[in-house]
């Protein structure tokens, strides 16, 4: 059964920067047999976040993932990728790309979650989140034209299906490079994610530069 990922109890135990050597494969991360195909340029190093905006897991993690955003290189592209594994986690999917491809959605991203975990909204109905994007500019009928438009419903196809090449029966996860898999279970803790997220990343720099 799908299901958002429970935070393991043990696991690394990371006060500290942890090395790429420190990993172990299978334990700390998974190493995916067929790497997905990264959509970012040749010369950047993808981090993809595959979350639910109902998954409380994710949401615990924006705090210390955003954090470490705002921390990483100029070689690393960040990309937010919904989950879809059918009923409401569609729907917020759909809403995701529909505000992505009205150019709302990096202003809304942090008010969504905070709308359905501080404030107790569903958000899976297309009048609601059609209210909820006209806070941010735009008109309750271009919204519900977004959330019903080939392009948007292309986009949460195309989702599903890297979320499947990815191996996800879960989130919240941090793929790097189409290849790594970390999640709170491999970390340790939500918190530890972004640490082995960066090991691998300098794992990834090192492959390169060889």
């Not at 040749?42 to 976040?49: G, R, S």
Request: proline share 3%; net charge negative; glycine share 6%.
């Amino acid at each position: 059964m799908f299901k958002t990922l429970l935070v393991a109890l043990t696991g690394l135990s990371l006060s500290a920067a942890v090395s790429a050597q420190e990993l172990v494969e299978g334990k700390d991360y998974t190493l995916l047999e067929s790497p997905v195909a990264t959509q970012v340029d040749e010369d950047q190093i993808e981090v993809t976040e595959v979350f639910w905006f109902g998954c409380p897991h994710c949401y615990r993690l924006q705090t210390p993932v955003n954090e470490w955003y705002d921390t990483l290189e100029d070689d690393i592209s960040v990309v937010h990728m919904p989950a879809t594994m059918g009923g409401n986690w569609n729907t917020h999917a759909t809403a995701f790309y529909a505000a992505e491809s009205l150019g709302i959605e990096e202003d809304l991203h942090a008010d969504f979650f905070d709308a359905i975990h501080q404030d107790g909204r569903k958000l899976t109905d297309s009048d609601e989140i059609a209210e909820f994007f006209s806070d941010y500019g735009v008109s309750e009928e271009d919204a519900k034209k977004a959330l019903t438009s080939f392009n948007v419903r292309s986009d949460v196809n195309k989702a599903n299906s890297r979320m499947r090449e990815m191996r996800l029966m879960g989130v919240p996860a941090l793929v790097i490079d189409g290849r790594f898999v970390v999640t709170p279970s491999s970390a340790g803790s939500l918190e530890n994610m972004p640490q082995v997220a960066e090991a691998l990343i300098e794992r990834v720099r090192t492959e390169r530069e060889q």
